[in-house]
């Protein structure tokens, strides 16, 4: 791993320079579809894998949304390199309704509490030679009303276990204080770039991983994270193939919220948090073999520390390099040293498939929470502390040449194995979820996760029917979302009556520009059943229910460009 971290760092830069600069916010609305899209159909983005996002700005496929059709974008010279340039960036404002619960995930840094909420975000680009700067703040206001939370009616075995996972990660029911009004730097950066080497500082969301809808590590729907980064600036031709490759060295912070709504529960359970902030330092590796021009797998692999215990020296700040395997970590003949160092480990694997002829891209993601004790253990048990994610797209053209019908769905599944529990019941209430550990809290940023965003130990699966045209998009989306199963499972034996809590929900979707401004709006009708684990009075074993919830959830995204 060292040798790979030399070679990314001194062998890029006598590879050709790219030729537009700017980047695409990692999860940016309407316009990152759309550069997706464009991959499958052969007009733009052909030698990315979008498994390592922000990317860069391709001009060409941008400037074929935004001209009209009078207009002529092939009479630009895209050939041109740009050596200085200046140029203000399109304005995103976001909005969020919700009626009466939380719903929905993403939007970088807002919330979506109960209420209205909303953020604008300005930008601007600046290049000097070598020399990038990006500035695109945030600036948000929440409502986060209060709302219909975790019930004090349990018992104190259910509420000690509910307050577990809260106390092994940062997801506080609602936000409070500072959290309603804030200003943060949001999608901006500066950096250095030598070749296809770039380098510098961040507040910028990154994603890693191949998926549309959200990812298991890193993904737009926390707080951007203050890092430090060095990466290929776009996919580098190493030979034998397309390398992307990034390592960050970042600051996560707690929220500091008290974890549930009641002000009794949180005294007598919550454990608060220490003040200090989480160390971060990840790897992700993407490769598209020269032999398999559609293919691209790589893996992703991120430490977590709160800093009073990161040792000074190499594997203390970059951990990444460290064994996979737990035996190699032992001393003494046992792990007990090595866990005081309080550190968590997340890792995947994925692959994204891609076919131009086809239109058409298969991709899946396999995580690990914990290190295998050895290969052979990692054989024989691939379940343990495991999550993974599945999806798929496919465009199929209609009459109308310029439309499509697109069809694309995904299934994340965070809720632990059976074999967490079977083979390891000494953990007892160690046993965590997944983005949750007993040492280090969540994997969040200000109270919200950086990876994937439907709550910890949820799954949910998602479809997504609509018909296209360049950027405009009418059509209907399904989402089922499974919450928090790790909960519900570990007090089945006192809710037997019950039904888990799973959440239906239906809404319509609908793109559009008019002139410089792009429209993006989404529209759910969300059916809960059994919500918070209420329960049905009238319930039994042989007649399970529960309590039963409907929200209205709209969300309208404005995009307006000077161009």
Known sequence: MKRFLFFLIFSFPSLPLDLWSQTLPAGFPVWEEVARRSQLLGTGYQRYSFNSRPLQWEQRVADSL?????????????????????????????????????????????????????????????????????????????????????????????????????????????FTGNF????????????????????????????????????????????????????????????????????????????????????????????????????????????QPAFLKNLSVGLNRTFQQYNEDVEKNFYGRVPVFQAFQKERLFQDGNSVIYDQQAQDQLVSVFFR????????????????????????????????????LVGFQKLIQLPNKERFFQLRGEMIHQQESVNRYIRYPELGVLNTSWLTHYQVRGF??????MGAGIGVGANAQILEA??????????????????????YYQIQSEISEQVPWVDFSVGLLWDFKWKNLVVSTSNQLIKASNYQWKGNPSATQDFKGGNQKTTFSSTVKLIYSLH
């Open 66 to 174: 935004f001209f009209d059709s009078a207009e002529n974008p092939s009479e630009i010279d895209y050939s041109k390199v740009t050596k200085k340039s200046a140029k203000i960036l399109p304005l995103l404002n976001t909005t969020i309704y919700n009626s009466n619960r939380p719903f929905g995930w993403g939007n970088y840094g807002l919330q979506n509490g109960v209420g209205f909420q909303t953020m604008i975000s300005p930008g601007a680009f600046f290049k000097f030679h070598f020399l990038e700067v990006q500035l695109r703040p945030e600036f948000g206001f929440s409502q986060n009303k209060e709302y219909e939370g975790f019930s004090n009616q349990f018992s104190d075995n259910s509420i000690f276990a509910r307050f577990r996972y809260w106390n092994f990660g940062d997801n506080p029911e609602r």
């Open 180 to 287: 309603n009004q804030f200003a943060a730097w949001g999608q901006s950066y500066i950096s250095l770039t030598f070749g296809k080497v770039e380098m510098g500082f961040s507040t910028a969301n990154i994603w890693w991983g191949p998926g549309q809808f959200t990812s298991l590590i890193f993904s737009d729907n926390a707080r951007g994270m203050k890092h430090f980064f060095v990466k290929t600036k776009s996919p580098a031709n190493i030979g034998i193939g397309l390398l992307e490759a990034q390592m960050i060295f970042g600051r996560a912070e707690d929220s500091g919220l008290n974890a549930s709504q009641n002000s009794q529960l949180n005294a007598q359970y919550f454990r608060p948090f220490t003040g200090d902030w989480r160390y971060t330092n990840g790897i992700s590796v993407s490769f």
């Open 353 to 388: 498939y891609k076919s131009v002829k086809g239109k058409f891209e298969l991709y899946s993601e396999f995580g690990r929470h914990d290190h295998s004790f050895n290969w052979r253990e990692f054989i024989l048990n691939p379940e343990h502390a495991r999550a993974y």
């Open 444 to 449: 969040t940023n200000y109270g919200e996760s």
């Open 466 to 487: 609509s018909v296209i045209q360049g950027i405009s998009k009418f059509g209907i989306l399904f989402q089922r979302l499974e919450n928090h199963q790790d909960f």
